[in-house]
């Protein structure tokens, strides 16, 4: 699917839904009182900026990755910039050696940018970026350099990597059934 970078964001408009990382049966849910500008939302046949990242930025992406799950979907986007089949023998959910990532993802992140605006950002994110030369929009690279993914949170979110979660916001667990009929 894609979108131009910076453009307004209109994938997933029902609110955001953050994933406890910590142990994945958790989660967030409320309306997104932030303004969101998609990156990353790449697709063969449409023109993106390439070029070397620098590995401080990827790194740090990464650890975004890592730490964060936002509107996690039922289905599987594969990256339709891959060869098929993919050059090696690793499974798609498999990181492989260095910064080459999976190449099928099925969440989204958030970094906090300039105030009230936040980056939203496919998990494909750090594929593009360290497989495919993909390099994202400077006010994006300055955002997630300036995002500690791991930084001091809310005791009521310990999970939840981002710092602006409304006050009113509920931390549900998947067996809960108000969640599920949500």
């Known amino acids: ?5 910076l453009s307004p964001y209109a994938y997933a408009d029902a609110g955001e ?6 142990d994945g049966m958790r989660f967030v849910s409320f ?13 063969a046949g449409h023109r993106w900026t ?4 620098p590995e401080a930025f990827t790194d740090r992406l990464l650890a975004v990755l890592e730490a964060q799950q936002v509107n996690a ?20 959910y498999t990181p492989r050696q260095g910064h ?8 989204e992140i958030r970094v906090p940018g300039a105030p009230g605006t936040v980056f939203a950002a496919p998990h494909l994110i750090g594929h593009y970026v360290a497989d495919h030369g ?6 994006f690279v300055d ?12 005791v009521r979110f310990p999970g939840i990597r981002f710092p602006w979660i409304p006050e009113d916001a509920v931390l549900r667990h998947v067996d809960d059934i108000e969640f599920r009929d949500i």
């Open 73 to 92: 979907m039922l289905g599987l986007h594969e990256c339709d910039l891959c060869p098929r089949p993919l050059p090696d023998s690793h499974a798609w």
């Open 143 to 154: 955002a997630v350099l300036a995002f500690d993914p791991y930084g001091p949170w809310p």
């Open 1 to 5: 699917m894609f979108y131009e970078d």
């Open 134 to 139: 993909y390099v994202p929009p400077e006010p």
């Open 31 to 43: 309306r997104a009182a932030y303004g969101r500008l998609n990156v990353g939302w790449l697709e």
């Open 50 to 53: 390439a070029g070397p990242a």
């Open 100 to 107: 080459l990532r999976a190449s099928a993802g099925t969440a």
């Open 17 to 22: 839904v953050f994933t406890d990382r910590v």
